[in-house]
């Protein structure tokens, strides 16, 4: 089988994390507006951004986005994954397991012990991975204000 390679990137990856974006956006059937240079630039070089990908010959086969949250009761962060998807032709391939056990490695090295990451309780596949890598479900509710919510 063909070695999938992992990274985080950095502001020296601008092509690539646009192509991580619309591969993310392509797996969730979305759309996904202009990106600049510029703007990717910015987002790239923030260190609280993560964006990590997971490539075969080159090629993006999946990918992460997560951001730090520093917390208010403890001087800690936690790690809020916000998107990890993989192209279909990769999943169930062992793609998702080794972005999240990257993504926490790293995390843990920058001493962020905790991440956490939503899933829609209609997605089963996604409950079902998470709690296979070990994630212990939260009961809550999101609620959502602005552009897609209900106001």
Do not use: C
Not at 41 to 62: I, K, M, N
Not at 125 to 134: N, Q, T, V
Request: aromatic share 8%; proline share 3%; glycine share 10%.
């Amino acid at each position: 089988m063909t070695e999938i390679q992992t990274a985080r990137l950095t502001v020296a990856d601008v092509g690539l994390a646009r192509t991580l974006f619309h591969t993310i956006a392509s797996v969730f059937e979305t759309e996904v507006g202009s990106l600049s240079d510029g703007y990717l630039t910015q987002l790239l070089s923030r260190p609280s951004f993560w964006a990590v990908t997971a490539t075969v010959d080159g090629q993006v086969v999946g990918g992460l986005t997560a951001h730090t949250l520093p917390l208010t009761r403890a001087e800690l962060s936690e790690l809020f994954i916000f998107d990890i998807a993989v192209v279909s032709d990769w999943q169930r391939k062992g793609v998702g397991r080794l972005l999240m056990s990257t993504v926490r490695a790293q995390a843990a090295a920058a001493g962020i012990l905790v991440s956490f990451v939503p899933a829609d309780n209609e997605d089963t596949h996604a409950l079902d991975f998470y709690r296979a890598i070990g994630g212990v479900p939260a009961a809550v509710t999101i609620f959502t204000f602005g552009e897609g919510g209900s106001e």
